[in-house]
């Protein structure tokens, strides 16, 4: 069924989902979840939007039955914290191909998409400054280094300055991923003429990555914020297995070295931690114990040890002594 053009803001979400169907059917049913919520609130009163919507729904009550026994999908706490790595994971990889000078469609691809995960975290609650500037930062990128390439330009790697006023005004009204404050997070315009993004991954004629050329956010926009000091997140080197599946032109033996990481010292109160007498826990201490757990697992996956360790020290605390 084709999108009504009412919904066309949520179109590149529903895209994603599409391509991660079997590559990681979690994130593919936050997405949808996510775009099922949006088009609620931007149109579900006409009968053609109300019928993709229904549909919509019918679909995402079929992948929640299919995956009933994954825990990202049962508990809210695991869903955020797959969605939330596996966004950030795509954003290092684009990141780290950016300060390396290797610019090429699929390290525009994984900004852009990262940025579009992280919307997706709204599904779990209010998203943390941090993330937004995430999210605000890969999709200005993907626009920037999209608009040079186009141009015959060579991006400057690595953080830049960058308008945000202008950046806003450029994005910031159509297309908006959902109500309030967009903090210059969507496209407006349809599809390029011409797009980096990899049609290979996408069946069928849908439309490009919705990149519209600006002349202001070329190499020579005039910088007004700089993001020098912009926080990266743990695990600071190109995972092993990144989600953008075609490999980077790179020269011949060069290999992606790992940065040494540097293990927290553990608190040795917490070696034989036992709960202190009189702490009564709240259903909400236990929900964040579990939480930090959840998250210390996650980093293992990613082999994020300092991330690992401090979350379960906090779990710990909590557990022992009530406070955080």
Not at 108 to 125: E, N, P, Q, R
Request: glycine share 8%.
């Amino acid at each position: 069924m084709a999108l009504p053009a009412q919904l066309k803001p949520i179109q590149h979400h529903l895209r994603t989902a599409q391509e991660h169907e079997k590559r990681d059917p979690v994130v593919a049913y936050y997405c949808r979840l996510y775009a099922m919520q949006t088009g609620m609130k931007l149109e579900s009163k006409t009968p053609e939007c109300r019928k993709f919507l229904v549909k919509l729904m019918d679909q995402l009550e079929s992948m929640k039955k299919e995956l009933s026994d994954n825990d990202s999908i049962s508990q809210e706490v695991v869903g955020n914290a797959h969605i939330e790595n596996y966004a950030l994971k795509m954003f290092l990889y684009a990141d780290n191909e950016d300060r390396s000078g290797r610019f090429h469609k699929n390290m525009i691809k994984s900004f852009y998409t990262a940025s579009l995960l992280l919307d997706v975290l709204s599904v779990f609650g209010e998203l943390s400054e941090e993330n937004i500037q995430h999210r605000k930062y890969a999709r200005w990128k993907a626009t920037y280094i999209h608009n040079c390439l186009k141009n015959g330009e060579t991006p400057q790697p690595g953080p830049i300055a960058m308008d945000e006023d202008e950046e806003a005004d450029e994005f910031g009204a159509e297309g908006s991923s959902g109500p309030g404050p967009s903090h210059g997070a969507s496209f407006r315009g349809g599809p390029p003429s011409e797009s980096y993004e990899d049609k290979s991954l996408h069946p069928g004629p849908s439309p490009g990555i919705g990149f519209t050329p600006s002349p202001g956010l070329g190499p020579s926009g005039p910088p007004t914020t700089t993001y020098n000091n912009i926080h990266i997140p743990p695990g600071a080197h190109a995972p092993a297995n990144t989600p953008a599946e075609l490999p980077p032109p790179a020269a011949e033996g060069v290999k992606p070295v790992p940065m040494p990481r540097s293990v927290p010292t553990v608190d040795p109160t917490l070696l034989n931690a036992q709960q202190q007498g009189g702490v009564h826990l709240s259903p909400e201490d236990f929900t964040k114990a579990q939480k930090y757990c959840k998250y210390a697992g996650s980093a293992l996956q990613y082999e994020d040890v300092s991330t690992a360790v401090q979350n379960l020290q906090k779990a710990l605390k909590l557990l022992t002594t009530g406070k955080e």
